[in-house]
């Protein structure tokens, strides 16, 4: 059965950092492109990134509200995707999913780890 | 950025009966492969959202055949053949053509 688990959510004041980790299970991870979409409490949902699988090319892409402060990254040996989030503002407080990607969207998703950003 | 208008916000239905959920695309999704990457996810309260529809009118695995997809270029709609109670929640329009984007939610309730 797939599994996505994440973790690392929490309180974090406006400026800091916190990283998020998704454990993955039940599919091959290494093959899969890999996605972090959120939700703020009574919002609709946003993508944050994605990155992709390394058989094509391993890159990753963002969206333009957290580009150059949020990093994607993954570890295929621990079948785990990762979201650093620096430079965090209050507007990035949310539930964020790990999410695989196929047939262009996001197909499997986490049960969702709650970040709160807020002095 | 592609911008996806759902509509309507809100949808009261009646049980039994059929229900329907238009999304516009601020441009064109039909990809350089020939492919139009148009996803419809539901979000009942408390859960995490699920994919219904992927590539326009393609059923995910375990969709009840009551949903169906429909639409090109860039008007799309989700329809519910029947309701049932277990539809009850916010549905979204994704997509995948551009980067990925959401559209802002329809809320499908019992009237």
């Known amino acids: 059965e797939m599994q996505l688990v994440e973790s690392g959510g929490g309180l974090v004041k406006p400026g800091g950092s916190l990283r998020l980790s998704c454990a993955a299970s039940?599919?091959?991870?290494?093959?899969?492109?890999m996605s972090w979409v959120r939700q703020a409490s009574g919002k609709g949902l946003e993508w944050v990134g994605r990155?992709?699988?390394?058989?094509?090319?391993?890159?990753?892409d963002y969206a333009a509200p957290v580009k150059g402060r949020f990093t994607i990254s993954r570890d295929d040996s621990k079948n785990t995707l990762y979201l650093q989030m620096n430079s965090l503002k209050t507007e990035d407080t949310a539930v964020y999913y790990c999410?695989?990607?196929?047939?262009?969207?996001?197909?499997?998703w986490g049960q969702g780890t709650l970040v709160t950003v807020s002095s | 950025d592609v911008v996806m208008t759902q509509s309507p916000l809100s949808l009261p239905v009646t049980l039994g009966q059929p229900a329907s959920i238009s999304c516009r695309s601020s441009?064109?999704?039909?990809?350089?492969?020939?492919?139009?990457?148009l996803n419809w996810f539901q979000q009942r309260p408390g859960q995490s959202p699920r994919r219904l529809i992927y590539?326009?009118?393609n059923r995910d695995s375990g969709v009840p055949d009551r949903f169906s997809g429909s639409g090109s270029g860039t008007d799309f709609t989700l329809k519910i053949s029947r309701v049932e109670a277990e539809d009850v929640g916010v549905y979204y329009c994704?997509?995948?053509?551009?980067?990925?984007?959401f559209g802002g939610g329809t809320k499908v309730e019992i009237k």
């Open positions: 999410v695989t990607e196929s047939n262009g969207g996001p197909d499997y």
């Open positions: 039940g599919f091959t991870f290494s093959n899969a492109w």
């Open positions: 990155i992709k699988r390394k058989i094509d090319g391993g890159t990753t």
């Open positions: 441009q064109s999704l039909v990809y350089s492969d020939g492919n139009t990457y």
């Open positions: 590539k326009v009118s």
């Open positions: 994704m997509q995948g053509t551009h980067w990925l984007t």
